[in-house]
């Protein structure tokens, strides 16, 4: 039996003065039942931000518009078989160029193979993209160094004015 189609159950996070878009696949599981991006407490994502800025991260919402950064996903609606990314099918991308001209965003960032090959396919934004590693614990192989290391990018476009 396949899978129910999901529409993308939450908005973007954005505002004007955003520099920087994250974006990947689909919410997990986890992300959809907590309403918010990167939720699952195996994912890496938020504790990397924090090395990565140099600071704890009390209210994401408020650190991601002081530091300028936008979150959404690729997808805007899939059918998917719990969080597998690898499950993907009957897509619908998110209108991410659309997001991308309310915002002052000079680059798309992806997390993971599946998202950056997702955004090639699917989004047609004239922005930089580059395809980092997944933060997800099933990409046990990248170390945090490796990662934060990966994710330095980030902050380089997030602080240029």
Do not use: Q
Not at 1 to 7: F, G, V
Not at 60 to 83: G, N
């Amino acid at each position: 039996m396949a899978e129910p189609l999901l529409k993308h159950p939450f908005d973007p996070l954005f505002d004007a003065e955003s520099r920087v878009l994250i974006l990947g696949s689909f919410p997990s599981v986890v992300s959809r039942e907590k309403d918010f991006y990167y939720a699952n407490a195996t994912n890496r994502f938020w504790p990397l931000m924090a090395m990565l800025f140099e600071e704890e991260i009390l209210d994401r919402r408020e650190f991601c518009h002081r530091r300028h950064i936008a979150l959404w996903d690729v997808i805007f609606s899939c059918r998917i078989h719990a969080s597998s990314d690898a499950s993907i099918t009957d897509v619908t991308a998110n209108d991410i160029d659309g997001l991308v001209r309310k915002t002052k965003i000079r680059a798309v960032f992806t997390t993971g193979r599946k998202a950056g090959s997702l955004y090639e396919k699917y989004v047609d934004c004239d922005r930089i993209h580059i395809c980092l590693p997944s933060t997800s614990a099933a990409n046990a192989r990248m170390r945090m160094e490796d990662l934060l290391k990966e994710y330095r990018k980030i902050k380089e476009y997030a602080e240029k004015d």
